[in-house]
């Protein structure tokens, strides 16, 4: 079992830069594949970034791609988010989630096949 907590949510203005944090407790922090989320009020919670166990294969909504990068150490239990030229629509709560996997280069971008989440960290990007 595997216990998330985000940081690095806050309040920006478009075109600004924000790191998400997200530590996850235990020992066997390389055996899960690692998501980031968002959701914002009234509608379902929707992919942004997925990283394998190794770190050596990524994928992006293509709402986000080019602009953040999803990126993780294992030696410090921590997946990170950094987003880059932040836009109004990117406003919402971002989740990180975590799924053990046998396979090191697997990644799902489905949030069904997570099973560990963690309270969500609000980002906010005015105009």
């Known amino acids: 079992q595997v216990h998330l907590v985000e940081s690095g949510g806050g309040l920006v203005q478009a075109g600004d830069s924000l790191r998400l944090s997200c530590v996850a407790s235990?020992?066997?922090?390389?055996?899960?594949?690692m998501g980031w989320f968002r959701q914002t009020p009234g509608k379902e919670r929707e992919f942004v970034a997925a990283?394998?166990?190794?770190?050596?294969?990524?994928s992006y909504a293509d709402s986000v791609k080019g602009r953040f990068t999803i990126s993780r150490d294992n030696s410090e239990n921590t997946v990170y988010l950094q987003m880059n030229s932040l836009k109004p629509e990117d406003t919402a709560v971002y989740y990180c989630a975590a799924d053990r996997t046998s396979f090191a280069s697997y990644i799902s971008e489905n949030l069904r096949n997570y099973d560990y989440w963690g309270q969500g960290t609000q980002v906010t990007v005015s105009s």
């Open positions: 990283i394998s166990r190794s770190g050596g294969t990524t």
């Open positions: 235990g020992r066997t922090f390389s055996a899960y594949r």
